[in-house]
């Protein structure tokens, strides 16, 4: 009888040898662990990934995990009963960064939230990055008492959210190393950069969230240290309202005016702008870009 191949032979071994290679996810250093984890997303860290092992549990509880968050948008389907379950999540994840939270992203979808947005100003004193998409409800009144328990805020960026002239005073007193504001009405990408293409034309909940130019002019009076500012879709602002800006804020250093049809920058004054602005936008370049939601 012929004897059996070498390879045929060796074929038990290299299983075992496969076998003994396959990795171990507990083996990872704890950073990777935790970067991949950070991942997964807020709500399922929570409620699934901590519960997988005691390893993962405490990387889950640390709070360097916590350090940036972003909040996942709540459905229309939703009831009050997973409304306030998903509320509650959210807490917790704000509560687990022990006040070293930096940086988080809100997006809402007409809810209140249970007043998460003041949740997280009484417990979030290092934030330095504020982001807020579709801000509709009652949570967001209240910019003047919120802003003052961000001292060390640097940006503040606001997509479809109501806001006021008396949150950018509040702002340009309380919140000194603010260096980036982003005030857009709407998502570029949506519409193709065309007002007529607007849903519903520019009546009932897209005039409740306009841009007025007070809070235009609020910038220039009161935001001096600013050096990168959007305004994408703030029809409702001329060259008057930008030159008080660009009067105030004069270390500006790149200026977005995308879908701001009220702005005429083919003359002297647009010359001007080219000057002093090393990125300008104009109102008239196209408009796409990623909204994150």
Same mark, same amino acid.
């Given at each position: 009888?012929?004897? *059996?191949?070498?390879?045929?032979?060796?074929?038990?071994?290299?299983?075992?040898?496969? *076998?003994?290679? *396959?990795?171990?996810?507990?083996?990872?250093?704890?950073?990777v662990t935790a970067n991949i984890l950070y991942r997964v997303g807020v709500f399922d860290i929570i409620e699934n990934v901590q519960k997988v092992c005691t390893t993962w549990h405490k990387i889950c509880k640390d709070p360097a995990m916590w350090r940036v968050i972003k909040l996942d948008i709540f459905s229309d389907y939703m009831g009050c009963y997973e409304i306030q379950r998903l509320s509650k999540i959210y807490k917790n994840a704000v509560d687990r960064s022990q006040g070293q939270l930096v940086d988080i992203t809100i997006v809402d979808n007409q809810h209140s939230y249970d007043c998460l947005l003041e949740y997280v100003a009484d417990r979030s004193s290092q934030l330095r990055r504020l982001e807020i998409r579709r801000g509709f409800s009652d949570t967001y009144r209240s910019w003047t008492e919120v802003l003052k328990k961000f001292p060390l805020l640097e940006e503040l960026s606001l997509y479809k959210t109501e806001f006021s002239k008396e949150g950018i005073e509040t702002a340009g007193r309380c919140c000194p190393l603010l260096t980036t504001l982003k005030l857009n009405i709407e998502s570029c990408e949506y519409w193709g950069g065309h007002h007529d293409e607007w849903p519903c034309g520019r009546d009932s909940e897209w005039e409740y969230i306009d841009i007025d130019k007070e809070i235009a002019v609020a910038i220039g009076e009161n935001l001096p240290g600013l050096r990168h500012l959007e305004l994408i879709g703030n029809v409702n602002m001329s060259n008057n309202? @930008?030159?008080?800006?660009?009067? %105030?804020?004069?270390?500006?250093?790149?200026?977005?005016?995308? @879908?701001?049809? %009220?702005?005429?920058?083919?003359?002297?004054? %647009?010359?001007?702008? @080219?000057?002093?602005?090393?990125?300008? *936008? @104009?109102?008239?370049c196209p408009c796409s870009f990623d909204v994150r939601w």
């Open positions: 009888m012929p004897p *059996k191949s070498k390879s045929k032979r060796q074929k038990p071994k290299q299983q075992l040898q496969a *076998k003994q290679q *396959k990795p171990n996810w507990l083996d990872l250093p704890y950073d309202e @930008l030159r008080v800006i660009l009067d %105030g804020c004069r270390h500006l250093e790149s200026i977005d005016l995308r @879908l701001c049809s %009220g702005v005429d920058l083919s003359g002297d004054f %647009g010359e001007e702008c @080219l000057e002093k602005i090393k990125c300008l *936008k @104009l109102p008239t």
